[in-house]
Structures are given as C-alpha cells and as structure tokens.
C-alpha cells in the first residue's frame, strides 16, 4: 500500500528553524508532484510548498516564499520541508502529500496523504 509519513515536527520559538521529511513509499511508479499542506483547527488545509518530482519546479505560497524551502531526494523517496525564521502564524500541523496524475497535479488535487506532524512556534 501507498504510505506516507512525515516526521521533524516539534515547538521552536519565533526565529527558529524546522526541518519536516515526508517518506514515501508503496508509490509502484513514481509521483508526478508532492506538497506540503497546514492546518489550523477551524480553518481550511493550505498549500505550503509543492515540487514535481521530475523537473524539480516548486512553488510556494507568498506567507512562505523566502523562509521555506521544499526539495526532494528521489534516490530514498523523501521530500523535506525546511522551514527557517519561523513565526507564531506558521504554528499548524502540517501534512505531507502525493499525486501520480499530472492532470491533479496541476489542479493541486492530491489523493494521498500523510497523518500530518505538528509544528509550533512560541513568541
């Protein structure tokens, strides 16, 4: 069975820096795109940061870009997270994700989805 599971999750105080992995395995023939998501309790899950798997193209949503950055080793099927200046908003329990078709890659529509790992940053 697919599986993914995130680990590098834990409290820092603003200023500091995370590094998330997401392990991914039982994927027979690879993902086109992987992402990371948060949530905060009563709010929608949002896209953090996404990467395909094949060229390496990343995005980033704008309360992120310059802090986070994304990036994958494909060799052991592990996408990071690392998560530098972190401030008390970042504070969610972020969730790994996957996608094999291309076609919900672009829609940012992902299947697969990891149990999620919290992140708390103190002011």
């Known amino acids: 069975p697919k599986q993914l599971v995130e680990s590098g999750g834990g409290s820092v105080q603003a200023g500091g820096s995370l590094k998330l992995s997401c392990a991914a395995s039982?994927?027979?023939?690879?993902?086109?795109?992987m992402a990371w998501f948060r949530q905060v309790p009563g709010k929608n899950r949002e896209m953090v940061a996404s990467?395909?798997?094949?060229?390496?193209?990343?995005y980033y949503t704008d309360s992120v870009r310059g802090r986070f950055i994304i990036s994958q080793d494909s060799a052991k099927n592990t996408m990071f997270l690392q998560m530098n200046d972190l401030k008390p908003e970042d504070t969610a329990t972020y969730y790994c994700a996957a996608e094999t078709s291309l076609g919900r890659c672009r829609r940012n529509d992902y299947y697969d989805w990891g149990q999620g790992t919290q992140v708390t940053v103190s002011s």
């Open positions: 990467i395909y798997t094949d060229d390496g193209n990343t």
């Open positions: 039982g994927f027979t023939f690879g993902t086109y795109c």
